[in-house]
């Protein structure tokens, strides 16, 4: 028997892999550079990174959203609106260019709107069916992943629905969060405030003195005004604590107050810090696990506003109080009608909670962090349970469990992907669900003539988190809507259905209560 032995890699094969690895290494790094000092595209920041990174074949990092308006509007009247307000916010005409180090936002030169906002037909399907389809495509486009090579945004236009018309809305998360986009939208609808003009560029300084320049207002002022703007909303001494740490001389001439200050915070952080990475699990029910690569989408019609506020005003709680109060006991009832025993479990639910000033809404970006709300499925008292809500939100306030968390997601945009999931992981594995509850206009809009009749959106899960749970007050109503993953909830429809029964239900036993007693 004959051995071959292969050759070993000529000298020059050798060399000439080592020159392309050290060449691609070059341009990645000299991209980077370049972006972070401005000098060509724009920098994305840490947090937007993590986002932009966090895509995975069960979850896909995109808002995804649906007006549904009647009597409806034309694919040319859609797209002359979208040029004339969404357009006017740069980075909607800007595609993300990845490297080692990050990514930056680059003008797309060959933008074509045609690439972003598609017509669509739903199927034909038995009458009454209608909303069952729409729902099917919005649970599709979830998980349809958007075009790289083109800025991470898509408006698919179904015509002739229900006397109207439909549009969903697919934005990467790395573009913006919810409130920011919600902000963004309303420049869309009749009447809107005007997107803000662009600020003209200011040159520059470049090397090493402009890298101080971008370390000192991206990486230390940001997070630091954010916290300051936000907690100086509500008077609390830990915002002059925070100047203080940013601006030291501003403190000497009250040193024992802001050593009382320091100490305090110092508490609260470590304090909460602790709470966020040591947070226990949560019960063990269907909706943990692994997820698949599918969706389900179900929403409810709208409850009237006012009876919700009726019901908070009786009992003394927030109309918060109440919807997730109603959202913990439509999950119960789903669990208990499949068979599992609910008594004395609870859910973790990761909401979102705003670090950007309202006036700052419109700025696009990742400015939240987020609080872990645990909501007691078990307790099937309805008066009973929101009560036990109102205790637990308002243990939350005060919190800088946000902040922490808006904090961990800029240092895991710095890591490179294997060690970000890692990290992220701590919040996905801890929680099968992200909440959000935003409240929008009283009165409904129009949009080129026609009745925003009802508004949704989603933002996206994590990890393995399965559940997306979505409250959203508009038009005089109360929207409740819910995307899951197809593996461990296949029936969303089943946790709507519950959602009004629920409220019905505390309604008529608020009613009941002795109040001349």
């Not at 949009?447 to 393995?464: A, H, R």
């Amino acid at each position: 028997m004959v051995t071959r032995i292969s050759k070993p890699a000529s000298a020059k094969a050798v060399k000439d892999t080592a020159q392309k690895a050290a060449q691609k290494v070059q341009k990645d790094v000299r991209r980077a550079v370049a972006g972070t000092l401005g000098m060509s595209g724009e920098r994305m920041s840490k947090v937007d990174t993590a986002w932009l990174r966090m895509d995975s074949a069960s979850n896909l990092m995109m808002i995804v959203g649906v007006w549904i308006l009647k009597p409806g509007v034309s694919y040319g009247a859609l797209c002359e609106r979208v040029e004339g307000t969404l357009l006017k916010f740069r980075r909607f005409k800007q595609r993300v260019v990845e490297d080692t180090a990050g990514a930056t936002w680059v003008d797309d030169k060959s933008f074509d709107i045609s690439q972003h906002i598609v017509i669509e037909k739903l199927p034909h399907v038995a009458k009454g069916q209608e909303q069952n389809a729409l729902q099917d495509r919005v649970a599709e486009l979830a998980m349809k992943p958007l075009d790289p090579k083109r800025p991470l945004w898509q408006l698919h236009l179904i015509e002739d629905y229900d006397g109207g018309c439909v549009l969903i809305v697919r934005i990467h998360h790395c573009i913006a969060d919810g409130i920011a986009l919600i902000a963004v939208s309303m420049s869309m609808v009749d009447g809107g405030p005007h997107p803000p003009e662009r600020k003209p560029k200011v040159e520059k300084r470049g090397g090493l003195e402009g890298a101080e320049d971008w370390i000192a207002g991206t990486l230390i002022k940001s997070l630091t005004q954010f916290a300051v703007k936000t907690l100086g909303k509500t008077g609390d001494n830990l915002a002059s604590t925070l100047e203080m740490l940013i601006d030291p001389k501003q403190g000497m001439s009250n040193t024992a107050n802001n050593t009382v200050h320091m100490a305090k915070i110092a508490y609260q952080l470590a304090s909460d810090a602790a709470a966020l990475v040591l947070m226990p699990d949560d019960s063990p029910t269907r909706l943990k696990g692994t997820p698949g690569t599918t969706k389900k989408v179900a929403w409810c019609q709208p409850i009237p506003l006012d009876e919700v506020k009726a019901v908070g005003k009786a009992l003394n709680c927030s109309l918060n109080d109440v919807l997730l109060s109603c959202v913990a006991g439509a999950i119960g009832e789903y669990l208990r009608a499949l068979g599992d025993n609910t008594a004395g479990q609870e859910i973790r639910a990761m909401v979102p909670v705003n670090l950007r000033p309202l006036d700052q809404a419109h700025k696009l970006g990742n400015n939240f962090g987020l609080a872990p709300l645990v909501l007691p499925i078990g307790v099937e008292n309805p008066i009973e349970r929101v009560y036990e809500v109102r205790r637990r939100m308002g243990a939350l306030k005060g919190s800088m469990q946000p902040l922490l968390a808006f904090g961990m997601l800029a240092l895991a945009g710095t890591l490179i992907k294997p060690a970000q999931e890692a990290m992220l992981n701590l919040f996905s594995k801890k929680t099968p669900a992200v909440m959000t509850n935003v409240p929008g206009p009283k009165e409904k809009l129009k949009f080129c003539g026609s009745t925003l009749e009802q508004s949704l959106f989603w933002v996206p899960q994590s990890g393995s988190v399965g559940l997306g749970v979505s409250i959203l007050s508009y038009g005089g109503g109360v929207q409740f809507g819910i995307i899951s993953d197809a593996t461990l909830c296949p029936d969303p429809q089943k946790i709507i259905d519950e959602f009004e029964p629920d409220f019905a239900k505390l309604s008529l036993v608020t009613l009941l209560l002795p109040w001349g007693a």
